[in-house]
């Protein structure tokens, strides 16, 4: 008895949807063709930001503290040229002895200078 109820509320449902399904789709073709002005399209490229390497710089928060000033691990008043000589030189380094040595290897040489010149520009408060 309870399967019976069940499969005809279920058809109803499935019947119910169907027809709304259906006479919705004519009113939504009407109304994108009736629409003169163009649909502007989301923009598939990144947009150039004010302050380059601040994404890829924002991995580097999760130990050296926001803008780079954490207790023992500040990066935030070296040189942006200091930062990339110690980049360069984790990358050439065993990536199990260090983490850094990890995530030195995962950046491009372009990357690395943009996150120094970042990081290098952030006051510590």
């Known amino acids: 008895m309870r399967r019976k109820l069940i499969r005809r509320i279920s058809v109803i449902g ?3 949807l169907t027809l709304l399904q259906f006479s919705c ?7 994108v063709e ?3 002005t ?3 399209q989301p923009q598939t490229k990144a947009a150039n930001i004010d302050l ?3 994404l890829l710089a924002s991995n580097c928060f999760q130990c050296h503290g926001t803008n780079g000033y954490a207790g023992e691990l500040k990066i935030g008043e070296q040189s942006a040229s200091s930062i990339i000589s110690d980049m360069n030189e984790m990358r ?3 990536p199990g002895e260090n983490i850094m040595n990890v995530h030195a290897r995962a950046y491009t040489p372009e990357e690395i200078k943009l996150i120094a010149n970042y ?3 952030q006051s510590k408060y």
């Not at 789709?25 to 109304?31: N, P």
């Open 14 to 16: 499935l019947s119910v």
């Open 25 to 31: 789709k004519d009113e939504l073709v009407t109304t």
């Open 34 to 36: 009736a629409e003169e």
């Open 38 to 40: 163009p649909v502007v």
């Open 52 to 54: 380059p390497g601040r």
């Open 92 to 94: 050439t380094k065993n």
């Open 119 to 121: 990081i290098s520009q």
